[in-house]
């Protein structure tokens, strides 16, 4: 992401690697754990959309790891999604996703997508948050090495398939996927905005891609939190 910030001379979509970061973010500036090994990538967009829609890239994004996820995982019910921004190994972080966008008010001219996946190495204890899911490694769960970049060229293939197709038909049909590999729908869960946290019955994502729980003074739709099980 700190290359993708640097590099001003992008102007069409562009993958940038790193086959060893010392200095990873994740969200609310976060530190994340890459030991080498796994895959922690960034692709440069110019998508020329609202902020609202550029947001909706976390679903595309996640989307298109599950897709990913399926060429090595057999059991496809192991894999599930997290709102708004983590995919889940047999209830265990693999991946986490992180949006930077820059642009005006009423369009988004640049659009960083940021991906860390646990391919082959567990992060240290010390930078997983408290609360926060324990990661998991894609390696451990097929019994053997996954070679990041050729898991990189998987996803982007699948991530280039799904960005047309929500640019083509919108939001309605991914939502739709997404939702059926929900992590916790129907369960009670809790997100936390700042120091405020709610706990209620996770009811669905809604069209603008907010979570949408069932809580004790009724619904509540939630734009951004993180969310805990």
Same mark, same amino acid.
């Given at each position: ?10 102007? *069409? ?6 086959? *060893?970061? @010392? ?7 976060? #530190?994340?754990?890459? /030991?080498?090994?796994?895959? #922690?990538?960034?692709? $440069?967009?110019?998508?020329?959309? /609202?902020?609202?829609?550029? #947001? ?5 994004? !996640?989307? &298109? ?7 090595? $995982? ?11 921004? %983590? ?13 930077? &966008?820059?642009?005006?008010? !009423?369009? $988004? ?11 082959? #190495?567990? /992060? ?15 390696? +451990? ?27 083509? +038909?919108?939001?309605? /049909?991914?939502? !739709? ?10 369960? @009670? ?6 120091? +405020? ?6 009811? @669905?994502?809604?069209? %603008? ?9 009724? *619904? ?6 993180? $969310?805990?099980?």
């Amino acid at each position: 992401m700190a290359e993708a910030r640097r590099r001003r001379d992008i102007t *069409r979509p562009t993958w940038i690697v790193a086959r *060893r970061q @010392t200095a990873g973010v994740g969200r609310r500036g976060r #530190a994340w754990g890459a /030991p080498e090994g796994n895959l #922690a990538a960034t692709l $440069v967009l110019a998508p020329g959309c /609202p902020p609202a829609t550029a #947001a909706l890239y976390s679903f595309v994004t !996640s989307f &298109s790891l599950y897709a990913t996820c399926l060429a090595y $995982v057999e059991d496809r019910e192991a894999i599930t999604l997290k709102w708004p921004n %983590d995919v889940l190994l047999n209830g265990g972080k693999l991946a986490g996703i992180l949006l930077e &966008s820059e642009g005006t008010m !009423s369009e $988004v001219g640049r659009l960083s997508i940021g991906l860390g996946v646990n391919l082959n #190495a567990l /992060p240290e204890a010390s930078v997983v948050e408290p609360r926060a899911l324990m990661p998991v490694t894609l390696a +451990e769960e097929i019994g053997d090495a996954v070679d990041p970049l050729e898991f990189l060229a998987f996803f982007a293939e699948h991530f280039a398939h799904q960005d047309r197709f929500f640019r083509d +038909e919108g939001f309605g /049909p991914l939502r !739709s996927a997404w939702l059926e590999r929900a992590a916790r729908l129907g369960d @009670t869960i809790t997100a936390r905005m700042g120091a +405020e946290e709610v706990s209620g019955r996770f009811l @669905t994502v809604d069209e %603008d891609g907010q979570l949408v729980l069932e809580t004790p003074g009724g *619904r509540r739709a939630i734009a951004a939190a993180d $969310v805990f099980f």
